[in-house]
């Protein structure tokens, strides 16, 4: 009965209130008692029993004059006039006296149950970390004020918040950038894909490196330049050999030509890679396997990082390398896959390295050997083959980082507003691309993305030959397959169920950030950018059309524009189904 009378209230006002001979009050659970409320508050019975039921919902006044009539106290005060017409009149002082409950100090009023005060108080860690102590504060002061909300030395704060001179002095460091230097200091699992300083400093400073290929770049048949960036992990270097083992036996392979069927040993490969996470013995064996396969494969070392996590550098690389050679198409590979694709790395990797894949800027500028839209635009594995064109629309990749991780702050503070929803998938920092899950996003990130991919839609034969499998590969634009990738997803048939329930339902997929609503914010935030109007994105997305519309006209705030439209029209919607079963009746 609740639920029916917000609407009916909220819908058609007094109107909304049923009669009181209506079959609804015996239909409905606890019907009789919401007639009787009804009946003493008419169209307000919902919102009067939410204000009696819970008392955390309350007006901040008590009498009825008051809430009805609030300038009658205006009258008051002539009662002071011969006060207030004195040569020296008073001073006029409003003093509104509360006797809250217990308790009332400082000390004691830190908030939370018992256990956890106590828990913070003997923990300096824990109390550093406290949202609701200094962190906290800080976030939303700098978030507020930027350079403004760093409070001076001398400031209150540091003296009375738990562990105030420990941020003291890391704002003395850092500024306004001191609470996000602690995450990335404290907690390894979110940190930067880039370890040089210079790199993220200067991120050009690499162009110089690739005119040293000049003339092997300017031969009739130049080399596929391909990018592979290789990961030791230390909890799993035997599988990660093995997939660099296997990727070499792709890269000596050399390009597979789609045409005659075969692979074409007279182009051969130009190398650039780094090394994360290697040791001496790491290194040289990588160092071993160039020289065994040098008469078809050029290599040259960019990099050798000791952080695991250092697995950017590598496509900054390859950006850089699109800022001198616009005209060129890049490969990119990795043996950083999830342990869903390990048995898929020679497939993935002759794939995006076939002509089969290679781009063009008419219908295909990134290709891969499957592309799915959701949870966000990507190629499987992250190995793509990219017009250098594309490539050169896109922030430099430690710039990207630094946006796409103040993108996902700005949409947890969203959804958090119920500006979007998160039916599909839960929000996480993979997803989201804060830190260095960058890296998965930014090649996909820009409007101008025309995507294509070329692994078969529909077999999973993984035990063929590398050549078997090749020509069973066809070209398509996509989308083409199931929109999200297997690793992303718990069970294929739930994840089909859910999703076709979020589709259909309109109230959700309109604000869902999977869909288009959180494509066009990260488009708008990002680049300030949308798709063109024969984008596919308007096409495989839920209402896409009237999305386009509406971002075209209001921004960012389309979402809110849309939700109103469709509010109002499912409104009427049901006003002329009530209307119709009234009829009918």
Not at 30 to 53: C, D, I, P
Not at 256 to 277: C, P
Request: net charge negative; charged share 20%.
């Amino acid at each position: 009965m609740a639920g029916n009378l917000v609407k009916w209230f909220y819908l058609y006002g007094p109107e909304g209130v049923p009669s009181q001979d209506s079959w609804v009050w015996r239909v409905f659970p606890e019907g009789q008692r919401w007639k009787e409320l009804v009946g003493q508050h008419g169209e307000n019975a919902v919102e009067e029993t939410v204000k009696a039921s819970a008392p955390r919902f309350h007006s901040a006044f008590v009498s009825e004059d008051v809430r009805a009539a609030p300038d009658t106290s205006l009258q008051l005060f002539h009662d002071d006039d011969g006060l207030l017409s004195l040569s020296n009149p008073p001073l006029v002082v409003f003093y509104q006296i509360l006797f809250p409950p217990a308790p009332r100090r400082i000390e004691a009023n830190l908030g939370g149950i018992r256990n956890a005060r106590l828990k913070l108080l003997n923990s300096p860690n824990l109390s550093f970390r406290e949202y609701y102590y200094m962190a906290g504060n800080l976030v939303k002061w700098f978030y507020l004020y930027g350079p403004e909300g760093v409070p001076s030395q001398d400031s209150w704060v540091w003296r009375v918040f738990p562990e105030g001179q420990r941020w003291k002095e890391l704002v003395g460091q850092h500024g306004e950038n001191a609470v996000e230097e602690t995450v990335k200091a404290s907690a390894p699992r979110f940190h930067s894909a880039f370890v040089s300083e210079d790199v993220r400093a200067a991120p050009d400073t690499s162009l110089q490196l690739f005119h040293d290929d000049d003339g092997l770049l300017s031969l009739s048949n130049p080399p596929l330049v391909v990018f592979y960036q290789i990961l030791f992990p230390p909890d799993n270097k035997e599988k990660a050999l093995a997939a660099v083992k296997s990727q070499f036996d792709v890269l000596s392979l050399g390009q597979f030509d789609n045409e005659s069927g075969t692979f074409d040993q007279n182009r051969k490969i130009l190398l650039y890679y780094t090394i994360t996470g290697g040791r001496v013995q790491e290194v040289d064996l990588i160092s071993n396997l160039c020289k065994e396969k040098s008469d078809r494969i050029t290599c040259r070392q960019r990099g050798n990082y000791d952080a695991e996590g250092v697995y950017g550098e590598n496509v900054h690389h390859l950006h850089a390398f699109c800022n001198v050679k616009p005209s060129y198409h890049v490969v990119y590979i990795t043996n950083r896959l999830d342990d869903s694709l390990a048995t898929k790395i020679k497939a993935i990797t002759s794939a995006v390295m076939s002509t089969m894949c290679l781009p063009s800027e008419e219908s295909c500028n990134v290709c891969g050997a499957e592309f799915y839209p959701l949870p966000f635009l990507h190629f499987t594995g992250n190995m793509f083959s990219a017009s250098c064109g594309y490539v050169n629309k896109l922030m430099s990749p430690s710039t990207f980082e630094n946006a796409m991780t103040d993108v996902a702050g700005a949409a947890l503070v969203a959804e958090m507003k119920e500006t979007y929803t998160t039916k599909l998938f839960p929000l996480g920092t993979r997803i989201l691309g804060s830190y260095q899950h960058s890296i998965d996003h930014w090649i996909g990130a820009h409007p101008d993305l025309k995507p294509c991919d070329i692994a078969p839609t529909s077999t999973d034969k993984l035990d063929e030959t590398i050549l078997d499998q090749m020509k069973l590969y066809s070209r398509a634009p996509a989308p083409r397959r199931g929109s999200a990738s297997p690793g992303y997803l718990v069970s294929n048939s739930e994840w089909r169920e859910r999703e076709s329930k979020s589709r259909l339902k309109r109230t959700i997929s309109l604000r869902e950030y999977y869909y288009l609503a959180g494509n066009i914010f990260r488009w708008k935030r990002l680049y300030d950018k949308l798709p063109n109007a024969n984008s596919w994105v308007w096409e495989w997305f839920p209402d896409g059309q009237l999305w386009e519309l509406a971002a075209r006209t209001s921004g960012e705030n389309a979402v809110n524009v849309l939700a109103n439209q469709l509010s109002e029209q499912l409104a009427l919607e049901e006003k002329l189904a009530q209307q119709l079963a009234i009829k009918d009746t």
